[in-house]
């Protein structure tokens, strides 16, 4: 036998016998971080068009249209954190994949991690990685369980910045105003709006 192949069969048996062959929960959220990636880098491409848009609007003292714009880039910039902390969490299922597979019960330090993506699961129609996490606690831990993440996220524990962040509520007039006056700001440019379109 050739000592090359010898030591890889080696090595995926003692893997073996020592519990460190890869489990179902850890490669769900290993493809979960993939497939988060490539949403992440394609909202970027998005904000980052969204905000320059904005920026030539202000620039030819176009503030009322950037206001009606600046829409999007705030939703860009929640999609984003929200990423962010979508990664976070999945991560955190890889570093605990035995500490869950061996507990009956959800523990309690991985509750906000667990909800926040089954929450998440259900704000995205492509994202079949994080539906397939959704099943994997249903199966885990009954359907109830999860069922309150998604019908009562606050109560759950999910995370309040995640929760607000897939929210598809338009975002209120005041939130668009500090947003633009921050663009403004950071661009060199005094925003200027007109009473009427402030008090809407």
Do not use: W
């Not at 890869?22 to 290993?30: D, P, Y």
């Not at 993506?117 to 994202?127: E, K, P, V």
């Amino acid at each position: 036998m050739h000592p090359k192949f010898n030591q890889t069969k080696m090595g995926k048996t003692l893997d073996i016998l020592l519990g460190r062959k890869s489990s179902k929960l850890s490669s769900l959220a290993e493809h979960a971080i993939t497939r988060n990636s490539y949403h992440k880098n394609r909202q970027q491409a998005l904000f980052s068009f969204s905000y320059s848009d904005i920026v030539q609007l202000l620039n030819l003292s176009h503030h009322e249209q950037a206001l009606l714009r600046v829409e999007h880039v705030i939703k860009s910039k929640n999609m984003l954190d929200a990423f962010d902390l979508i990664e976070s969490y999945c991560q955190l299922l890889k570093q605990n994949t035995s500490l869950i597979e061996k507990t009956k019960e959800c523990p309690e330090e991985l509750k906000e991690a667990i909800g926040s993506l089954i929450y998440a699961s259900t704000r995205f129609g492509d994202f079949p990685e994080l539906q397939h996490i959704r099943d994997f606690f249903t199966s885990k831990f009954g359907h109830q369980f999860v069922s309150q993440a998604i019908e009562s996220p606050r109560d759950f524990g999910v995370n309040d910045k995640i929760i607000q962040q897939l929210s598809r509520r338009k975002p209120r007039l005041e939130t668009r105003i500090s947003f633009l006056r921050e663009i403004a700001s950071n661009n060199g440019t005094t925003l200027y709006l007109r009473t009427d379109v402030q008090q809407r």
